[in-house]
């Protein structure tokens, strides 16, 4: 359109931009350009919305800047979010194949690995797991004669996907899972690459539809496609708030630019909240802005703390080519008898390490020279409460966390013992970072129209621990509600922010009735 056309390239500063967004109006005016509000922005750009994505921090320099950059089709135990991420990795994949896969999308898998037989019979599970029977099923080998071998080149279905115009499909390829049970059938698919895993492993579950991309290189196509679309940005600035009409439907959205001591005032009628682990805040300025339903409860959104290490791999203990490798068994780690009483004796937190730790930690091959390798465990946080508007920078216990992750990945990894000194000192050249898993103790997203907020409110966030995988489906999503597309069936309704409103849902949920996604 002509005023597409005559908005000013970024180059003329941010006051000739902000004089700009304020006089012109917007279909959308979306808050936060991490992954999600990106991803937003891009949906509906592509949908032929006019679209403002503002931000005080520059784009996927947040919570999206920090992520362990992986992808997989595999939430056990809940349909809904295995129907999403499925969709999700059908768009990935199509947004790849537009680039020429400039951001590095790969197959490599999950491996998820246990040596005991309860880790054993937890794999099983997703034998009779419906949503992954509607993506292909799970197959399953119990000794080696199955001739299958891991290939860390495996393609994306980049080209599959986009022939099938990317939608719907088990990415046109196999099954969703493998499971090899006993420690035959697990080797003979191990054995192409060189061995690290501890020879004890009996159990292999392979999420075929998984593996990792540069997230910044992902979101930076979105935004530039969602520029080509016609999206404009205003950044650095920030929502305070919406101008609502008498009727309850949205007008404005007011924001603060820097070196402006008013509120630019920005016409619209639709705010989409898309503020990472500031949404609990947003949404509550969102409410104050008044609507009909102003008010109602509020969201029980939570900001987790989660950290990452990167470790120089000098001593080459897993090889470059591996997959994602998670350890799923409780893991005791091998204090002496005087250690774990003086963590007994602290009490708390440092006591319970002294116990045994839920497994679940995981390690992948890190590009780039020197060769490194990337490493979680959710273990070391659990307890650390964050408030509402939680801090900058997340407490990350950093050095305690690089040293016991390593000790415990030395379960399923037995050479990086050799970066943990005799004395239990850590030897390694480790980094650590982290930030914020905002979720919603369904461990589902919340997507659609802000419950209790103005008309016109929408919120596209609690994307908790899979925000990066999510991204694409959670984008196309929001448009679809905004733009009043017709919504898919499979998962719009449970993602709805309105199901916090029902008591009845919110003790479904505390009692374990409603089924959670998967975490790791
Ligand atoms: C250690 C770690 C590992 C992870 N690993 C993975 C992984 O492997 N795969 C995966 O899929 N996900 C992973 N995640 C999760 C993923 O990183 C997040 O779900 C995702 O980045 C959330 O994106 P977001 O856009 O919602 O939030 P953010 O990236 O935090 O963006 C929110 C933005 O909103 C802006 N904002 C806030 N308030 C306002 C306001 N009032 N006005 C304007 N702007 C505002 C902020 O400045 C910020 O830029 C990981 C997360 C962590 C912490």
Redesign the pocket.
């Known amino acids: 359109s002509t005023m597409r056309a005559s908005f000013p390239p970024l180059s003329r500063g941010a006051r000739t931009l902000a004089s700009e967004a304020g006089r012109r109006s917007y279909d959308a005016v979306v808050?936060?350009?991490?992954?999600?509000?990106v991803s937003c922005a891009h949906y509906l750009a592509r949908s032929g919305a006019s679209v403002l994505l503002?931000?005080?921090?520059p784009p996927?320099?947040?919570?999206?800047s920090?992520?362990?950059?992986?992808?997989r089709n595999f939430f056990p135990g809940s349909v809904p979010l295995t129907a999403f991420m499925q969709r999700s990795v059908d768009l990935l994949e199509a947004r790849a194949a537009e680039c020429d896969n400039a951001f590095g999308l790969n197959r490599r898998g999950y491996w998820f690995l246990s040596a005991s037989e309860e880790g054993a019979a937890q794999h099983a599970l997703a034998l009779s797991d419906p949503g992954l029977a509607s993506c292909g099923g799970v197959s399953h080998f119990s000794d080696a004669s199955h001739g299958l071998r891991y290939r860390h080149d495996a393609p994306t279905g980049a080209a599959a996907a986009a022939a099938a115009g990317g939608g719907g499909g088990g990415g046109g390829d196999g099954p969703a899972a493998m499971l090899f049970s006993g420690r035959e059938a697990v080797q003979a698919y191990v054995g192409s690459l060189p061995p690290f895993l501890a020879a004890d492993a009996s159990s292999l579950l392979v999420a075929s539809r998984a593996g990792?991309m540069s997230a910044q290189q992902m979101g930076m196509e979105l935004l530039s496609k969602a520029r080509d679309a016609g999206a404009a940005t205003l950044i650095p600035?920030?929502?305070?708030g919406v101008r609502t009409a008498s009727d309850g439907q949205v007008e404005a959205a007011l924001l603060s630019v820097p070196g402006e001591s008013e509120p630019l005032e920005v016409r619209t009628g639709a705010v989409v909240n898309?503020?990472?682990?500031?949404a609990g805040?947003?949404d509550a300025?969102l409410r104050g802005g008044g609507g009909e339903g102003g008010g109602g409860r509020e969201l029980p959104l939570q900001n987790e703390v989660?950290?990452?290490a990167v470790l120089r791999d000098d001593l080459s203990a897993v090889p470059g080519d591996a997959p994602m490798v998670v350890w799923t068994d409780p893991v005791t780690l091998p204090w002496s008898e005087e250690e774990a009483e003086a963590l007994l004796e602290i009490g708390g937190f440092e006591a319970s390490l002294a116990g045994s730790l839920p497994g679940g930690f995981h390690l992948r091959p890190y590009p780039g020279k020197p060769h490194s390798l990337l490493m979680?465990w959710e273990a070391i946080h659990a307890d650390v409460a964050v408030p509402r508007e939680p801090p900058e920078e997340a407490e990350l216990r950093g050095s305690l966390f690089a040293e016991l992750t390593l000790r415990a990945l030395s379960r399923a990894v037995p050479a990086l013992g050799g970066y943990l000194g005799e004395d239990g000192s850590m030897t390694a050249n480790v980094s650590v970072d982290?930030?914020?898993?905002?979720k919603a103790p369904d461990n589902l997203p919340l997507i659609g129209p802000a419950a209790g907020g103005p008309r016109g409110a929408y919120m596209c966030?609690g994307?908790?621990?899979?925000?990066?995988?999510?991204a694409n489906a959670a984008g196309e999503l929001l448009a679809k509600h905004v733009t009043g597309a017709p919504l898919p069936e499979a998962y719009a309704a449970g993602f709805l922010p309105e199901r916090w409103e029902s008591e009845e849902y919110r003790r479904g949920v505390e009692s374990g009735a409603v089924g959670k996604g998967f975490q790791i």
């Open positions: 808050c936060g350009a991490g992954i999600a509000g503002v931000d005080s921090r996927l320099s947040h919570t999206s920090l992520s362990t950059e992986c992808y990792w600035s920030s929502l305070q898309a503020a990472g682990p500031y805040v947003v300025l989660h950290a990452k979680l982290g930030g914020y898993y905002s966030a994307l908790s621990g899979y925000g990066i995988m999510a």
